[in-house]
């Protein structure tokens, strides 16, 4: 008898959409935007609340429920450079959304405080599924 496992693939140093984002690029980053401070929006499996507080043009701190556990966060907005960084208050975790213009996809990453990526465990699919929601945002908006 046979058996078969599914196995789950792990984001591990990054993942990029398997596709591209033909909308424009400040449509984009607007949903990128969007997705900081209405989180729930984009993956109402896992957050249950996101309070956010702008601290500056490119700084915004932020309190998101995931599941069940509250994250603190100061995020910072590069939109020159289509990157908004996630930086965890309370552990040495920065998780990176990249939109990369020239190849029009998205990229997510972990890394640490120095800036070296570090492997993620979070599932492709699930950040799949935020980056299709994201793109979905981007086009229909």
């Known amino acids: 008898m046979s058996s078969h496992v599914s196995e789950k693939k792990t984001v591990g140093l990054g993942y990029s959409s398997p596709y591209t984002i033909t909308a424009p ?3 984009v980053w607007a949903a990128m935007l969007d997705k900081v401070y209405h989180a729930e929006k984009y993956c109402p499996r896992w957050v249950k609340g996101v309070k956010a507080e702008d601290r500056s043009p490119t ?6 429920d995931i599941h069940g556990e509250l994250r603190h966060e100061d995020v910072f907005l590069d939109k020159d450079n289509g990157e ?8 040495d975790e ?11 996809v998205l990229e997510f990453w972990l890394e640490n405080k120095k800036g070296q990526r570090i492997p993620w465990d979070n599932l492709q699919d699930e950040i799949l599924l935020l980056m299709n929601s994201t793109r979905d945002f981007a086009i229909n908006s």
Do not use: G, L, S
């Not at 908004?84 to 552990?91: I, L, P």
């Open 59 to 64: 700084h915004i701190y932020r309190e998101i």
């Open 25 to 27: 690029f400040d449509r």
């Open 94 to 104: 920065v998780r990176v959304n990249k939109f990369h213009k020239d190849e029009k």
């Open 84 to 91: 908004m960084r996630f930086v965890d208050v309370e552990n």
